[in-house]
């Protein structure tokens, strides 16, 4: 019997509660599932939180977390993977957009690919073309920058191997960026087209506003993934190549200074050459980019490690004693699933 951990994150979600919960216990007994349902209530102030007290005294594999307030969608999602105790973790939206009949293939689709990350992709997406429309430029953004080329990065619907949360700290708005964190530290990501529905109940908790918000948190993403250890290598880049400009500019100034002096007395003085100024901005500029360069550089040696993104990420170990290798799985059904 398959152990799994369905994560399900809710901001006043009470009217839909109810009848996500009955799906998920249907396809669990259909397809004969071991599944603990974990929600976190995000702050909410209608009733979800007497509703999953409720739910968790009536059947033993329901338990509810309460946040104080509301901490974002990527705080409860942290909060309920801590808890969760399966191997496999599911993560799905509260309101009833996401199908949960769709969790034996995504299963099916981690087992059979031997995937890490398994990303739902609504293909048929049913919300308003004000919703689909940013999103579509999101995803798009978001794939040509990590190059991990997901359809659908901000899909509620996922499937994940608990480990994947071992490495990845989960906070802010990083939830969209999962996948993408997990692809840069060697996890194997796939997208599998899932079914969409529209909402019935409540309103969604996101607007158009989220893209420039999601578009520097991309920006923050791609340093973090690229240069995270290494944050000389980019500022100090810019830095050097500020610098040298300058210098050479500079350079130039003062040759140009010791030959005419002499034989030019009607030369233009130095301080009436845009040049000099531009050089010299450029120098300084580049000094500067390169001490903050420094600056992360001692923040990062100097700083206790409290993160669990270790510089590195391990897939398997032999020969330690009492660690079981990691089966990979067939390659048998994959064509439902696309890699990327
Ligand atoms: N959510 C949450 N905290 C937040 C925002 C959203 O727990 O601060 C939950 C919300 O209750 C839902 C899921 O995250 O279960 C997705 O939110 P929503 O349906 O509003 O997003 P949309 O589908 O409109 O993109
Ligand atoms: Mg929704």
Not at 97 to 102: G, R
Not at 258 to 277: A, I, K
Not at 320 to 329: L, V
């Amino acid at each position: 019997m398959n152990r799994i951990s369905v994560v399900i994150p809710a901001w006043n979600e009470q009217d839909s509660l109810l009848s996500l919960y009955q799906e998920i216990s249907d396809v669990a007994e259909r397809c004969d599932l071991d599944v603990e349902v974990i929600f976190i209530d995000d702050g909410s102030t209608d009733g979800t939180w007497p509703l999953l007290q409720e739910l968790s005294a009536r059947d033993s594999r329901v338990r509810g977390i309460r946040f104080r307030r509301n901490f974002g969608k990527a705080a409860a999602l942290s909060a309920g993977v801590e808890a969760a105790n399966a191997e496999i973790v599911i993560t799905m939206d509260a309101d009833l957009q996401d199908d949960p009949a769709e969790i034996p293939r995504l299963l099916d689709a981690l087992e059979s690919g031997g995937l890490d990350v398994v990303s739902g992709w609504k293909k048929d997406r049913k919300d308003p073309l004000d919703k689909r429309l940013p999103s579509k430029v999101f995803n798009a953004m978001v794939s040509w920058m990590s190059g991990v080329r997901l359809h659908d990065h901000n899909c509620g619907l996922k499937c994940y191997r608990r480990e994947v949360f071992d490495e990845i700290d989960l906070y802010g708005e990083r939830h969209r960026f999962i996948p993408i964190l997990a692809a840069s530290r060697g996890f194997s990501v796939g997208e599998l087209v899932v079914h969409h529905r529209p909402r019935q109940h409540g309103h969604s908790k996101y607007n158009w506003r989220r893209l420039p918000k999601g578009f520097l948190d991309l920006m923050t993403i791609s340093f973090l993934t690229g240069f995270r250890n290494r944050p000389q290598h980019m500022i100090g880049s810019v830095g050097l190549a500020s610098f040298l400009v300058g210098a050479l500019g500079l350079a130039w100034m003062a040759i140009y200074w010791v030959l005419r002096m002499g034989w030019f007395p009607d030369w233009t003085p130095l301080h009436q050459r845009p040049v000099v100024l531009y050089s010299l901005g450029a120098l300084l500029l580049g000094a500067q980019l390169l001490c903050m360069g420094f600056l992360a550089e001692l923040m990062i040696a100097n700083s206790v490690r409290r993160s669990n993104e270790k510089p590195f990420s391990v897939k398997d170990k032999t020969g330690f004693g009492g660690h079981a290798d990691r089966s990979d799985g067939g390659a048998g059904d994959a064509d439902q699933v696309e890699s990327v």
